[in-house]
């Protein structure tokens, strides 16, 4: 069974850096982009960022310039830098997994990881 567990979240003031992690086990297979979500309290659920196999990335632009996603294939391991962090990147931050065989797609979700920018 697929596990993605994430680890790193916390307490940060306005300006600061947090680095989540994120580590998927239970398979010998690679994903095709791994990607990292967040949700504030009653908003949806928003892409922050994703990275393909080929190491391509894609950022929301509300973090472009701030936050830093890299993948090691080998490890299945995607972390997410975090840097001048502001009160609005407050939310749970969550690890996907996603690939396709044989045209079916599969997504897979960490539990989730609270991040709070508050001084």
């Known amino acids: 069974q697929v596990q993605l567990v994430e680890s790193g979240g916390g307490l940060v003031q306005p300006g600061g850096s947090l680095r989540l992690s994120c580590a998927a086990s239970g398979s010998t297979f690679s994903y095709d982009v791994m990607a990292w979500y967040r949700q504030a309290p009653g908003k949806q659920r928003e892409l922050v960022a994703e990275i393909t196999s080929g190491q391509s990335t894609n950022y929301a632009d509300s973090v472009k310039g701030r936050f830093d996603i890299s993948r090691d294939n080998a490890k299945n391991t995607v972390d997410l830098q975090m840097n001048n962090l502001k009160p609005e990147d407050t939310a749970v931050y969550y690890c996907?997994?996603?690939?396709?065989?044989?045209?079916?797609?599969?997504?897979?979700w960490g539990q989730g990881a609270q991040v709070t920018v508050s001084s």
């Open positions: 996907n997994a996603r690939r396709t065989r044989l045209g079916v797609p599969f997504a897979y």
